[in-house]
């Protein structure tokens, strides 16, 4: 079941789709099956969606929603067919005026004055019509999207299917040293010895909430509370790619070089962005995600092959 939502538009071409104030588990499963959900039901104009922790973000173009409005094809049919009577009508009586001779010229004049009225007035009441007719591209969007909120609700239309596993990724992590410049600081911080945040860092299963930031970023849940730390006072200009930290009660993992404000632990030999794949984020929302500590030299190695 769906939970209570509210809709609104996110500048002029997004709509978001909100379940919740809070980041909680037992909210992830209902995004993402909502998600995938939207994701085969793709309405016209509809671009991607963007799924966050309370969050599901739809992008659409503004066009093509308008296109497919109901309404919108005969609106435009009706308002050339007034413009073409009217048009029509004025030849016609502007032609019997002609035949009448010099004397009727007052006549033409106020005829074709009163015929290029009535067909601006036509035009207008057509545009009028119109423009009630056919809502904006936004509020077609948001009844779409209505429907098929609905259509997740209904057991009759929603397809019924066993939830597939949670994918685990396991990301090989050199703590510490030049590829953690933060863990001993993070370690003085909490009282803690640098193997004990590596032991607990690693005891744990990281659910990946949303994909932002940077492409490819994932923002990681399950944080030990022991490990929870405030952002740093001030910000690096750069941060290596396949760094790993801590920010609050998350871990994140930069998949290029960034400016960031996490506490940075160690660094991964993998990828996490890469353009030429299909998809080109290695990790998913919905996936898991668990740490393997490595050695230095582990790392060199793995960056080689890389």
Not at 114 to 136: D, G, I, K, M, W
Not at 140 to 166: G, I, K, N, T
């Amino acid at each position: 079941m769906v939970r209570a939502y509210t809709c609104y538009p996110l500048g002029d071409s997004a709509i978001v789709v909100k379940l919740g104030d809070t980041i909680e588990p037992t909210l992830l499963p209902v995004i993402r099956e909502l998600a995938d959900f939207l994701e085969r039901h793709r309405f016209p104009g509809f671009i991607e969606l963007v799924p966050a922790y309370t969050t599901i973000t739809i992008y659409y173009d503004v066009l093509g929603v308008a296109e497919h409005a109901p309404g919108a094809n005969a609106g435009a049919r009706a308002s050339a067919g007034a413009s073409a009577r009217a048009s029509a009508g004025a030849s016609a009586r502007a032609s019997a005026s002609a035949g009448a001779g010099a004397s009727a010229s007052a006549n033409v004049n106020t005829n074709a004055n009163a015929s290029e009225s009535a067909s601006a007035s036509a035009n207008a009441v057509s545009y009028t019509l119109r423009s009630a007719a056919v809502p904006s591209p936004y509020d077609q969007v948001a009844q779409m999207v209505q429907h098929l909120l609905d259509m997740y609700e209904s057991s009759a239309s929603r397809q019924v299917e066993p939830s597939a596993a949670d994918r685990i990724v396991h990301i090989p992590l050199c703590y510490g040293g030049e590829y953690g410049p933060d863990l001993s600081g993070l370690a003085f911080y909490h009282g803690l010895s640098e193997a004990e945040v590596i032991d607990l860092h690693t005891s744990r299963d990281y659910p990946v909430y949303m994909i932002g930031f940077a492409p490819g970023f994932p923002y990681l849940g399950g944080l030990d509370e022991r490990l929870a730390t405030p952002r740093r006072s001030v910000p690096r200009i750069q941060i290596p790619a396949g760094s790993v930290a801590i920010g609050g009660a998350q871990t994140g993992i930069y998949p290029l070089m960034t400016p960031g404000g996490w506490h940075v632990i160690g660094r991964t030999p993998l990828a996490l962005f890469r353009p030429d794949a299909d998809p080109p984020s290695l990790l998913q929302a919905g996936d898991i995600v668990r740490f393997v500590p490595i050695a230095p030299d582990e790392y060199e190695t793995a960056c080689e092959r890389n």
